[in-house]
């Protein structure tokens, strides 16, 4: 599995990882809930091992709480040495998937973890995506806004796709380069802004509320709430 571990503690998260890439998983590490809050929603991870007093001014509730906004499902396992029952139950309302208290046994952070991942994967995948009155059926290939069947080219239909797993969340140029078009550079190229024009043509233009949004100097936004 890849796991995202966010800790501050030198020395926790180094028994963390050392131990997580000794049973072979694959490990990134980050001390911020800002570091952490950015990798888990650009990066995909099988786990977030997540510390819930984090500096910076992004605690781990807060992590997670985001995440869960953007439509992130991501695993987490949240860490605490706030172990009274109240603790435990504001940081699985946060969006927290568990809640391990320190100190910890190394088995059961590595068992509840796996056991995460199970779960996730037993749901199946994804084969339906919605936004607002927006769906999108990844099996029939097809595309539908308020009933209305809306014919796309592959390329329109992969970058529609890519738009509304990461919706909430702001997708920079780059990020479409890589996911879309497989680009690991920037060519400086018009192309994503010319497939992004044609897409409004047929996802937004026909209709009252504008799903797809410029962020100036940043990239692209899909938001349900207009």
């Known amino acids: 599995m890849r796991i995202l571990v966010v800790e501050d503690d030198k020395d926790v998260a180094s028994f963390i990882t050392k131990g997580l ?7 990134e590490h980050t001390t911020t809930g800002r570091d952490g809050l950015f990798l888990a ?73 796996e056991a995460l991942s199970r779960r996730r994967n037993s749901e199946g995948p994804t084969t339906r995506l919605t936004c607002a009155d927006l769906e999108m059926d990844l099996l029939g290939r097809t595309v539908r806004r308020a009933g209305q069947k809306i014919d796309l080219q592959p390329r329109e239909f992969r970058l529609l796709e890519y738009l509304m797993r990461h919706q909430g969340q702001v997708v920079t140029r780059t990020m479409l380069l890589e996911g879309v078009w497989d680009y690991h550079f920037d060519p400086q190229t018009n192309v994503i802004d010319v497939h992004v024009s044609r897409l409004r043509q047929k996802i937004d233009k026909p209709f009252p509320t504008p799903l797809i949004h410029t962020v100036r100097s940043a990239g692209y936004l899909m938001r349900a709430d207009g």
């Open 21 to 27: 890439k000794e049973v072979g998983h694959t490990v």
């Open 41 to 113: 929603a650009t990066e995909n991870y099988d786990a977030v091992i997540l510390d819930r007093m984090l500096p910076g001014g992004t605690d781990g509730l807060s992590v997670v709480e985001t995440l869960r906004a953007q439509n992130n499902h991501t695993p987490v396992l949240i860490l605490s040495a706030l172990a009274q029952v109240d603790d435990r139950v504001r940081g699985l309302k946060s969006g927290g998937d568990d809640y391990l208290t320190k100190p910890f046994a190394f088995s059961e952070l590595v068992a509840r973890v």
